[in-house]
C-alpha cells in the first residue's frame, strides 16, 4: 500500500501525518510543499520514501526514518528549511540526488555505514551543518553534493573515494582545511571554488588533471602543492586565489589554460612564477597577477596567447624563449612597470594590443615578425622604432598615442600604414624610410597620420635611425665655385631656397666656404617649386678595384694609406650598398678598366663609384652583382 496525498494549496494547514498499518511506501510527491507540516510519524512496515515526497514541507523541524527504509527518492526532503536533524537508516546504500538539499537549519546528520555513494546536491544549501562524516564505504560524491554548506568547517573524505563531483564543496566559505585522498584521478571543476576560509590544499599525486574553477575565488589560499602526476591545469582553476604568494608548475605539465585561459589570473599577491618546458600554449594564465615582477617562460612553449600578462602592472622582467612564434592580443597590455621585452627571431606574429599600455620605452623587433597586430604598441612610452623590413602593413593605431617617439624607421617592404598608425605622436619628427621618395609617395597612408607625415622624412635610410644617400632623387658631382649659383643638370636649371641659399651651415661636414673650388658630390631633395632643399657632402675616397666579385670589402695595399676622419682604411671596412650594386653603369666598365675611381662613401656601405681621369689605380674585373675587393 502506498500513501499519498497531492494537497495543491489546500492541504497547507496539514500540521502532523499518521499512517496506518500495512503502508509500505511513501510515493513521490506526497506530502510536497505541505508547508504546515510539523511532524511525521514513519512506521516500520515503510521501505521507500518516494522522489520529492516531504519537499517544501518548510515547518518540518524533525523526522525519525526507520531501518525498514531501504530507499529514499531524489529531493526526499528537500527545502525542508526548518528540519535540523534526520536519522538516516542503516539500510540505504545511496543518498540520492537533492535528498536534503536546502535543508538550511540542519545541524547535524548521520550517514550510514553502509552508504556508497552521496548524490548531486545531498546536501547542498545545507549551511547550518558545520560537521558531517562520510563512512569509508563511500567512493563517489555527486556534484554539488556540499555546495554552499556555508558553516561546514571541516570534512574527512575517505581513501576509497574515486571520484569527487563538480561543486562538490562550492561556495563553503567557512571551510579550512580538507584532504583530497590518493585515489581521486581529477579534481573536476568549481569542486572548491569560492571556499574562502581555505588556506592550503595538498593536490595528491593521483591526480592527473585540476578542471575549470577547481579552486577559483579562494582567496585565503596561500599554499598549493602540485605533484608531477598532474599534466593539465584548465581555465581559471586557481584564478583570483588573492593570497597565493608562490606557485610551483611541474614539468608534467603540458597544458595550462588551454581554451579561456586565466588559469591564475587575478592571484593579486603571486609574485613571481616559471612556465616549464613541457607546456606549448598560454593563454590569459597571469592576467591581473599585479603584484607579479618576473616571469620566466621555459623554451618549448610556442605561443603566448591572448591577455596572458595583461594587467601585471609591476612586472619588470619576462624572459621569452627563442621557440615563440606567436604573442597574442593583450598579451602584455597595462603592464605600466615593463620597460623592454627581448623578442627572440623566432617570433612572426605580433597581436592586437599585445603591448599596448605598457611601459616599453624601448624594443627591438626582430625580421622574422611578419604581422604587427592594430594597436599593439599604443599608448607605450617608445621613444624610437625600427620596423623590420619583413613587414608590409603597419595596421591601425599600431603606434598611436606613443607620446614620447621621435623617430621612427620604416622599410621600403612597407606599402600600407594603417588609420591612427602614429596618431597623437606629438614628438615625432623625424622618419627615416629606407626606400627613395617615389616610392615613400607611393605607400598608402591612412587618414590621422599628421605627425607622421608632417615628419621630415630622410630617403634611402640604411635602416637603423641614420641618413643615407638618396639616389632616387637627384645627385650633384663637381666643382662649387659660388654659393648661390644655380645648378644646371641635364639642361634643367635648379635654384636652391632661401633658407639654404641663406644657411651655408646647414651644410653637413663642412662650411660653404670649403667646398668653394673644391669637387663635391651633393645629394639634394626638390621642393614643390623644383628648388634644391637639402643637400649632402659625402667624401670622395681614390682607389681601385682589383676584383668586383670577391667578398664585400675593399682592399687596396698598393695605394698610399687612405684615412677618414683620422682613421685608416682598412680591409673589410666597407661594404657595397644594395643600391650601388644594382645601379652602377655597367656600360662604361670597358672604359674604366684599368682607370683610377673615386668611391663615395657613408658610414660603412659605399653608395656611388665615379670615374676619375687621373690615374693611380686600376679595375681589373667588375661584375656588378658581386662586391669591391
Not at 584532504?179 to 581555505?198: D, H
Amino acid at each position: 500500500m502506498e500513501a499519498s496525498i497531492h494537497p495543491n494549496g489546500e492541504w497547507t494547514a496539514i500540521k502532523t501525518v499518521e499512517f496506518e498499518d500495512g503502508v509500505t511506501s511513501i510515493g513521490n510527491d506526497a506530502f510536497t510543499q505541505c508547508y504546515g507540516l510539523r511532524s511525521v510519524t514513519i512506521p516500520s512496515s515503510i521501505t521507500t520514501i518516494g522522489r520529492r515526497a516531504f519537499s517544501d514541507c518548510s515547518s518540518l523541524t524533525s523526522i525519525n526514518i526507520p531501518n525498514s527504509v531501504t530507499s529514499i527518492g531524489d529531493g526526499a526532503f528537500g527545502n525542508c528549511s526548518s528540519l535540523t536533524s534526520v536519522n538516516t537508516p542503516n539500510g540505504i546504500t545511496s543518498i540520492g540526488s537533492g535528498v536534503f538539499g536546502g535543508c538550511s537549519s540542519l545541524t547535524n546528520i548521520n550517514i550510514p555505514n553502509g552508504v556508497t555513494s552521496i548524490g548531486s546536491g545531498a546536501f547542498s544549501g545545507c549551511s547550518s551543518l558545520t560537521n558531517i562524516n562520510i563512512p569509508s564505504g563511500v567512493t563517489g560524491i555527486g556534484s554539488g553534493a556540499f555546495q554552499s554548506c556555508t558553516g561546514l568547517t571541516n570534512i574527512n573524505i575517505p581513501n576509497g573515494v574515486t571520484s569527487i563531483g563538480s561543486s562538490a564543496f562550492n561556495g563553503c566559505n567557512s571551510l579550512v582545511s580538507i584532504n583530497i585522498p590518493n585515489s581521486v584521478p581529477t579534481i573536476e571543476y568549481s569542486t572548491f571554488q569560492n571556499c574562502t576560509s581555505l588556506t592550503s590544499i595538498n593536490v595528491p599525486n593521483s591526480v592527473t588533471s585540476i578542471e575549470r574553477w577547481a579552486f577559483s575565488g579562494c582567496t585565503s589560499l596561500t599554499s598549493v602543492t602540485i605533484p608531477d602526476s598532474v599534466t593539465t591545469i584548465k581555465d581559471s582553476a586557481f584564478e583570483d586565489c588573492t593570497s597565493l604568494t608562490s606557485i610551483n608548475i611541474p614539468n608534467s605539465v603540458t597544458s595550462i589554460g588551454h581554451y579561456l585561459g586565466g588559469a591564475f589570473a587575478g592571484c593579486t599577491s603571486l609574485t613571481s612564477a616559471t612556465i616549464p618546458d613541457s607546456v606549448t600554449s598560454i593563454r590569459d594564465v597571469f592576467a591581473g597577477c599585479t603584484n607579479l615582477t618576473s616571469v620566466t617562460i621555459q623554451k618549448g612553449v610556442t605561443s603566448i596567447k591572448d591577455g596572458c600578462f595583461s594587467d601585471c602592472t609591476r612586472l619588470t622582467s619576462v624572459t621569452i624563449p627563442d621557440s615563440v612564434t606567436v604573442i597574442g592580443g593583450s598579451a602584455f597590455w597595462r603592464c605600466t612597470n615593463l620597460t623592454s621585452v627581448t623578442i627572440p627571431s623566432s617570433v612572426t606574429t605580433i597581436g592586437d594590443s599585445a603591448f599596448s599600455s605598457s611601459g616599453l620605452t624601448s624594443i627591438i623587433i626582430p625580421n622574422s615578425v611578419t604581422t604587427i597586430g592594430e594597436d599593439a604598441f599604443s599608448s607605450t612610452d617608445l621613444t624610437n622604432i625600427i620596423i623590420p623590413n619583413s613587414i608590409t602593413n603597419i595596421s591601425d593605431s599600431a603606434f598611436c598615442a606613443c607620446a614620447s617617439l621621435s623617430s621612427v624607421t620604416i622599410p621600403n617592404s612597407v606599402t600600407t600604414i594603417g588609420t591612427n598608425a602614429f596618431s597623437a605622436c606629438t614628438k615625432l619628427t623625424d622618419v627615416y624610410y629606407t626606400g627613395n621618395k617615389s616610392q615613400w609617395k607611393a605607400i598608402e597612408i591612412g587618414v590621422y597620420n599628421d605627425y607622421l607625415t608632417s615628419a621630415t622624412i630622410h630617403y634611402n635610410s640604411s635602416g637603423s635611425g641614420t641618413d643615407t644617400p638618396d639616389f632616387a632623387d637627384y645627385a650633384y658631382f663637381g666643382k662649387m665655385d659660388s654659393w648661390n649659383r644655380s645648378v644646371v643638370i641635364d639642361g634643367v636649371e635648379y635654384s636652391f631656397t632661401e633658407e639654404f641659399k641663406n644657411s651655408p651651415a646647414n651644410l653637413p661636414y663642412l662650411s660653404a666656404g670649403n667646398y668653394l673650388d673644391n669637387y663635391v658630390y651633393a645629394l639634394f631633395n626638390l621642393n614643390e617649386a623644383s628648388q634644391i632643399s637639402s643637400l649632402q657632402y659625402i667624401t670622395g675616397i681614390p682607389c681601385k678595384l682589383e676584383d668586383w666579385n670577391s667578398s664585400d670589402s675593399i682592399v687596396d695595399t698598393s695605394l698610399e694609406p687612405i684615412f677618414i676622419g683620422g682613421t685608416k682604411l682598412k680591409p673589410g671596412d666597407y661594404r657595397v650598398s644594395e643600391i650601388t650594386k644594382g645601379s652602377f653603369p655597367t656600360d662604361q666598365i670597358a672604359d674604366w678598366i684599368g682607370d683610377d675611381i673615386r668611391v663615395y662613401t657613408s658610414g660603412e656601405e659605399i653608395f656611388k663609384l665615379i670615374h676619375i681621369e687621373h690615374k693611380t689605380g686600376v679595375i681589373t674585373s667588375f661584375d656588378p652583382n658581386g662586391s669591391p675587393r
